[in-house]
């Protein structure tokens, strides 16, 4: 599995990305789909996940902000970002699990339940 993401950037505070993320690999391989972001120096944080139903999770911080949507179809994942913070400034990276991993709940934002990364994309938010 691949996972390759696209979309980020420089914006100011209060504007709009959104992160895409292309998956290759048979769909039936792949379990959660989540966006994940991370400061130099800080721990990995899970910022909005889906099950392989599609049922969203989000931290506390991106409810009401962020929208993730996931096109099994199309083998994609997107994070739409709206209203953005200095502190979202974070290298965003796109994670899947296996097919078998439970990924209900809160383990869509939990980085040990994740077996592929992407390289990241930088998001960089000015005040």
């Known amino acids: 599995v691949l996972l390759v993401e696209s979309g980020g950037g420089s914006v100011q505070g209060g504007g709009s990305l959104t992160l895409s993320c292309e998956v290759s690999?048979?769909?039936?391989?792949?379990?959660?789909l989540s966006w994940f972001r991370q400061v130099d120096g800080k721990e990995r944080e899970g910022v909005a996940g889906?099950?392989?139903?599609?049922?969203?999770r989000y931290t506390d911080s991106a409810k009401g902000r962020f929208t993730i949507s996931r096109d099994n179809a199309k083998n994609s994942l997107i994070l739409q970002m709206n209203d953005l913070k200095p502190e979202d400034s974070a290298m965003y990276y796109c994670?899947?699990?296996?097919?078998?991993?439970?990924?209900?709940?809160?383990?869509?934002?939990?980085?040990?339940?994740?077996?592929?990364w992407g390289q990241g994309t930088q998001v960089t938010v000015s005040s």
């Open positions: 889906t099950d392989s139903e599609s049922r969203a």
């Open positions: 690999g048979s769909s039936r391989m792949i379990g959660c």
């Open positions: 994670a899947a699990s296996r097919g078998d991993r439970y990924c209900g709940g809160s383990f869509a934002l939990r980085s040990r339940t994740f077996d592929y």
